[in-house]
């Protein structure tokens, strides 16, 4: 259901993609037709979050023909792909490093929609890019701030408020600057479903984002959860980020190494916390794809410096690829 909705988004996005499934739906037969972009609606599937449709629209976004404007209907938060307001926070100054930048820029969460039933929408906007800078980020940095959002929808608007209390208990041991917004949606702007959560961010010195986030389980599945233990193994979560820490946090590895291929014929070079297993698989397509292989060093953390967990510095020489669908004005 949600793969089906998936090729429909891309056929939107593309001018000239032939796609045939054969009657049992086992074989997919795809033929890429020229990434179009344009302003587009589309309604996602609610078995999935937006986070799965926005993920790999970052990666098209940037090398489309026109600058896409898109909207896209269906959950914001779930369990299952990263949200709305994760890929806000960190995608996007991802995307800044490698020269992808402008006003038209952003993510802009209209309605919020929690699983089963959905409901909410955003705007992904994104500018279109001749070709790549190389990135070169080999520091993180300390952290020197934490943003966050605790949401509620649905339910009594004191959700968001013990949320944000818990999660504050833990991590103000380790840090000042704590800042949690509350975002109570009403009306029609709370989807149909409801639901509460909260999405944490880690800013280091040097502009490095790591992000943790809970949602609460889905209407009539599984056992209640108490705002106050979500808020606490939110900020559990985002230690462990920490701990694990890179330049780039566990969601985004696979698109910091996408742009990193598709960058200039230049070096690029990434430190990154433990490779996730999504990565590992991603990693064996990019050589499949584009015969391109990284080189893969194992940093051990300093013994006088607490920096967490065993690092890996990822490089690669872009195979210089430019988007030549550029119109010329």
């Known amino acids: 259901d949600f ?112 699983p089963p039933k959905g409901g909410g929408e955003i705007v992904f906007a994104c500018p279109v890019k001749k070709v790549l800078q190389p990135l070169q980020l080999t520091d993180p940095g300390k952290i020197k701030r934490i943003r966050g959002t605790a949401y509620s929808v649905r339910v009594s608007p004191q959700m968001a408020n013990r949320i944000v209390e818990s999660a504050r208990s833990i991590l103000n041991k380790f840090l000042p600057d704590i800042y949690i917004y509350t975002d109570h949606m009403k009306g029609v702007s709370s989807g149909k479903s409801p639901g509460f959560g909260l999405s944490l961010v880690a800013e280091t010195i040097n502009g490095t984002f790591l992000s943790a986030e809970l949602a609460s389980n889905p209407q009539g599945q599984g056992a209640a959860v108490l705002p106050e233990e979500l808020g606490q193994n939110c900020a559990k979560l985002l230690l462990e980020e920490i701990y694990r820490g890179g330049c780039v946090d566990s969601t985004n590895q696979s698109l910091a190494l996408l742009l990193m291929t598709l960058g200039q014929q230049d070096v690029s070079k990434v430190l990154l916390g433990p490779l996730s297993p999504y990565t590992i698989e991603f990693l064996r397509h990019l050589r499949s794809f584009f015969q391109i292989m990284f080189k893969i060093e194992t940093k051990s953390p300093e013994e006088e410096e607490h920096k967490g967990g065993a690092k890996v510095l990822m490089t690669c020489v872009g195979v210089g690829f430019s988007n030549l669908s550029k119109t010329i004005r």
């Open 3 to 114: 793969e089906a909705s998936f090729i429909r988004l891309i056929d939107k996005v593309t001018n000239g993609s032939r796609i045939e499934i054969n009657q049992t739906g086992t074989t997919l037969y795809y033929q890429p037709g020229l990434l179009y972009g344009g302003s587009l609606e589309h309604d996602c599937s609610p078995s999935r979050g937006i986070g799965y449709y926005l993920e790999s629209l970052l990666c098209l976004a940037p090398f489309m023909k026109h600058p896409l404007k898109i909207v896209l209907r269906g959950v914001t938060n779930d369990q299952v792909d990263p949200s709305v307001d994760i890929l806000k926070a960190t995608a996007l100054p991802l995307l800044k490093r490698f020269g992808i930048d402008g006003e038209s820029l952003e993510i802009k969460i209209n309605r919020r929609g929690m």
